[in-house]
């Protein structure tokens, strides 16, 4: 079993390197198909390796600085620091020097194919949020995410080798680790954000008018893919708006906290139009609602609920005392008149 990992981390290290034939390169696959500890072993080694690759101005690989790095990560070459012996477990102890070695000769060029050939052998990973539903998760970078209901993540199971891109369909809350080598990436329909590390709450449903991206702390920029050469910085409190009909983008000065308190259990709107609101409804009680009267798709209203502690028939009945609109419920579908 030892012999069999010592071998396994020869061809994790092979095609770090971009040293793999394609037999070696078969082999890592099949096993990293295998099961999710090999692909956990996996990325615990890669996290040396990234670790340690220290360039130089040049783009050289600089031997001494990359020593040094995993030296200190490991605990100043004597004493391992607990949490990392207790995450990478004892046998990744007895290769530290073998990797070590096999830093110091490998370029930068080798560098960057390897990662590029272990990212290709790897399938996308999606998380969904089901509708009625939201889902907490952490990506392998530590960064936290929050999908709200009927919405969808993809990352690659290589995410962290060379970029940290991740594509969200639906609305997503995202509280970033930060990584001035390696930049955040969330792209959408229309819309990517940048960030390094930060606070952020992306909406962009398919069936939205708009997407947007409210900013509650640190810096991020976006970039209208609608208009490849718009691409704008924002500011805490700050709100991007794409008109995804026409591909306008604007940033307006906005209370941004309450955009994630959906992740709380919260419902909020802020002055927003009746259909938006219908949409949000649906998603979060899975339920149909149709919309009778054309007049009230102008409609606009103020309100925050609790889903964990009013019903949709008890904002049904809000809505209603506003004197705006009337309802039926017949099961899951709801019907709203003009009143």
Same mark, same amino acid.
């Given at each position: 079993?030892?012999?069999?990992? %010592?071998?396994?981390?020869?061809?994790?290290?092979? @095609?770090? @390197?971009?040293?793999?034939? /394609?037999?070696?390169?078969?082999?890592?696959?099949?096993?990293?198909?295998?099961?999710?500890?090999?692909?956990?072993?996996?990325?615990?080694?890669?996290?040396?390796? +990234?670790?340690?690759?220290?360039?130089?101005?040049?783009?050289?690989?600089?031997?001494?600085?990359?020593?040094?790095?995993?030296?200190?990560?490991?605990?100043?070459?004597?004493?391992?620091?607990?949490?990392?012996?207790?995450? +990478?477990?004892?046998?990744?102890?007895?290769?530290?020097?073998?990797?070590?070695?096999?830093?110091?000769?490998?370029?930068?060029?080798?560098?960057? $194919?390897?990662?590029?050939?272990?990212?290709?052998?790897?399938?996308?990973?999606?998380?969904?949020?089901?509708?009625?539903?939201?889902?907490?998760?952490?990506?392998?970078?530590?960064?936290? %995410?929050?999908?709200?209901?009927? /919405?969808?993540?993809?990352?690659?199971?290589?995410?962290? %080798? @060379?970029?940290?891109?991740?594509? +969200?369909?639906?609305?997503?809350?995202?509280?970033?680790?930060?990584?001035?080598?390696?930049?955040?990436?969330?792209?959408?329909?229309?819309? $990517?954000?940048?960030?390094?590390? #930060?606070?952020?709450?992306?909406?962009?449903?398919?069936?939205?008018?708009?997407?947007?991206?409210?900013?509650?702390?640190?810096? %991020? $920029?976006?970039?209208?893919?609608?208009?490849?050469?718009?691409?704008?910085?924002?500011?805490?409190?700050?709100?991007?708006? +794409?008109?995804?009909?026409?591909? $306008?983008?604007?940033?307006?000065?906005?209370? #941004?906290?309450?955009?994630?308190?959906?992740?709380?259990?919260?419902?909020?709107?802020?002055?927003?139009?009746?259909?938006?609101?219908?949409? #949000?409804?649906?998603?979060?009680?899975?339920?149909?609602?149709?919309?009778?009267?054309?007049?009230?798709? #102008?409609?606009?209203?103020? /309100?925050?609920?609790?889903?964990?502690?009013?019903?949709?028939?008890?904002?049904?009945?809000?809505?209603? @005392?506003?004197?705006?609109? /009337?309802?039926?419920?017949?099961?899951?579908?709801?019907?709203?008149?003009?009143?």
């Amino acid at each position: 079993m030892e012999q069999n990992i %010592v071998h396994i981390d020869e061809l994790i290290l092979s @095609s770090l @390197s971009g040293r793999s034939n /394609s037999g070696e390169t078969a082999e890592l696959k099949e096993w990293l198909d295998a099961s999710p500890e090999n692909r956990e072993h996996f990325r615990a080694l890669r996290e040396i390796w +990234l670790a340690s690759g220290v360039l130089d101005h040049a783009g050289r690989f600089d031997k001494n600085r990359a020593a040094g790095r995993f030296l200190a990560r490991t605990g100043n070459g004597t004493n391992i620091h607990r949490k990392k012996a207790l995450r +990478l477990g004892i046998r990744y102890l007895a290769y530290t020097a073998a990797v070590v070695a096999l830093l110091l000769i490998v370029s930068y060029m080798s560098y960057r $194919q390897g990662g590029e050939e272990v990212k290709s052998h790897f399938a996308d990973i999606v998380i969904e949020a089901p509708m009625g539903a939201k889902t907490k998760m952490y990506l392998p970078d530590g960064t936290l %995410v929050w999908l709200n209901a009927n /919405s969808k993540i993809t990352y690659s199971q290589g995410f962290g %080798v @060379s970029d940290r891109q991740v594509g +969200l369909n639906g609305e997503g809350y995202f509280e970033v680790t930060e990584n001035a080598t390696l930049p955040f990436l969330v792209k959408t329909e229309g819309l $990517q954000v940048k960030v390094l590390g #930060t606070k952020f709450n992306f909406n962009n449903y398919p069936d939205n008018e708009e997407a947007i991206v409210s900013l509650i702390e640190g810096k %991020v $920029q976006v970039k209208n893919l609608m208009n490849v050469d718009e691409e704008k910085n924002m500011a805490p409190d700050e709100k991007a708006f +794409l008109n995804k009909k026409t591909g $306008q983008m604007r940033i307006l000065s906005h209370r #941004t906290r309450p955009s994630s308190e959906w992740t709380n259990g919260y419902l909020y709107f802020d002055n927003e139009l009746l259909p938006d609101i219908v949409k #949000t409804l649906e998603r979060s009680y899975n339920v149909k609602i149709n919309i009778a009267d054309k007049s009230l798709e #102008t409609a606009r209203f103020y /309100s925050d609920f609790s889903r964990q502690e009013q019903s949709i028939e008890d904002i049904l009945r809000l809505l209603k @005392s506003t004197n705006k609109l /009337s309802y039926t419920i017949e099961g899951k579908n709801i019907t709203l008149q003009e009143k």
